[in-house]
């Protein structure tokens, strides 16, 4: 299978590029040309703000071309796959891929439990309660490999870290806020990482379409604010970037095919444009050939063997359980549908298939002003 993700030039190789200038260990090749900028300019700050959603080719479609970070873009790079926020931000956030994290996607199999749990929630996928099991929270905990940039640069004591997230102990309230709170902690002693999560514009592509004018509208405010923010800053080096970006979609209904659904020994997982499936024994031949009657034009289906071997993943020392979490055969989309249950949300537009417009994310650099 062709793997379209990047791993060279990945989320995860920029957060290595930062581990490296913070002196931590990493695991994989680091970006030259960014390692290149932290030497020359040595900046007493270094930030990471990561906009959920805003993909590379939504920036050209929605920016002006003088926008300030089009114009700070030093080009477009990968995404993990799935790209999507679970997998990519803890690419990000950790510098691992994930088969290393066993962070796949917003559903997970937790083999422990048998059960399909929706992964940041810590519920039983379908339960519309939203029901936490501690349980589930007790595996992701023991599994998932998680631990942050910020985390492990404090655990050193050479430096200080900082995360800033709109949930949480600590949540920023709004905007305002987190770009407030990304300026107090830069202006704090000492040389540090500031690393910063907006939820926007990708709930909102979610809901409206990524094309839509209320999405725009949030992107000029986020370019403008970046922009000031910029200029309010001294001795630091601002990094902008998207865990993936987004399509319009059409949503298929598995509900609507009972035929596939009987081949299944339980519901499906990872994403509803990367879909984990579980097949029971003795219904695979069936399953592979009304897959391809069905879905054959939207999705490309592999057995999860060659998934495994070609690394789709990303490389690296696999997580215990990363196995475990796959199905019997991956379906990837490759067209703008989705495969998803009638009472998941329908969204407009969705993310985590293998089209450029999911898979490249802005590398946006901002030098600061240096203090004398």
Known sequence: MEVKANYKESLTNLACSIRKYFDLKYSHNTLDYVDRELAAYKPKNVVTLLCDGMGSNIMDRLLDTNSFLIEHRIKPISSVFPPTTVAATTSMVTGLNPCETGMLGWHSYYKDLDKVITTYRHSEKGDLRHLVLPEAIEYRKKHMKEQSIASEINHAGKYQGYEIYPFGEDPYRSIDDMFYRIYERCNRDGKKYVYAYDENPDSTMHLMGCDHKTVQSIMKNL??????????LTDTMLFVVADHGHINVENIFLDDYPDILDCLSRTTSIESRAVNFFIKPDKKDE???????????????YPMEEVIESHLFGDGEENPIFRDLLGDYLAIAKTNKTLTFKDQHAFKSNHAGNTEDELLVPLVLVKTRKSF
């Open 287 to 301: 399953f592979v050939e009304k897959f391809h009657m069905y879905f054959g034009q939207d999705f490309d289906l």
């Open 223 to 232: 370019d403008h604010r970046i922009e000031q923010l910029s200029n309010q």
